[in-house]
Each structure stands twice: as structure tokens, then as C-alpha cells.
């Protein structure tokens, strides 16, 4: 499978997904453990990936989403951004209503 179509299978899979350094156990840097905190947070199972185990990934991935940093947040197959924008939008409270939503559609 073409490493495009891997990225577009992981997105239509998984309603919310974090491309990440390491693993939620174990994040191999702060933003990611700080992602990986507010999505905790938000009181839902979401999918990662751990961009260091996949080189092609890592690199077709910020191709992909025009962004050239991690951690990346997809919901609902759309990125949502990093670090940052997921701490903001976790203090507003949109992070916890988008995850909800997002998990609440794919279950429907």
C-alpha cells in the first residue's frame, strides 16, 4: 500500500488520532506528552501513531497535512494542528466537544 493511502486509511479508521513522538505511556517529547494530556482529558480512547518507528510515515505525513511539525491531531480525518492549538482549544473546551462529537459520529 502506497504510504498516502496508509495515512488515509489510519484517518478514515480512527475518529481522533495523534501522530506523535513515542507512544501515550511513553512520549519522546513535551509537546506530545502535553497532546497527549489534554486528549486524556477529554475522557475518550483516541488512536496514535509513533512517528519515530516510521520514517516514510513521518516524512509523507507533513507533506500530507502542510504541516512540518508533531505532534499532529486529526479529528474526524481533518487535522486540527499541534501542541498549541490543541492546549488552547482544550482550555476553551472545544478540544473535549470535538473528540466527543467526532467518537459519538463514528459510532453512530
Known amino acids: 500500500m502506497d504510504i498516502n493511502e496508509t495515512i488515509k486509511s489510519q484517518l478514515e479508521e480512527n475518529p481522533v488520532i495523534l501522530y506523535m513522538k513515542g507512544t501515550p505511556q511513553a512520549p519522546q517529547c513535551g509537546f506530545s506528552a502535553r497532546t497527549v ?19 516514510e ?40 466537544k470535538a473528540v466527543k462529537d467526532a467518537v459519538k459520529q463514528a459510532e453512530a
Open 37 to 55: 494530556q489534554a486528549l486524556m482529558a477529554c475522557g475518550e480512547r483516541f488512536a496514535f501513531v509513533n512517528i519515530l518507528d516510521n520514517q
Open 57 to 96: 510515515l513521518r516524512e509523507a505525513l507533513k507533506v500530507y497535512s502542510s504541516w512540518p511539525t508533531y505532534p499532529q491531531l486529526y479529528i474526524g480525518g481533518e487535522l486540527v494542528g499541534g501542541c498549541d492549538i490543541v492546549l488552547e482549544m482544550s482550555e476553551s473546551g472545544e478540544l473535549a
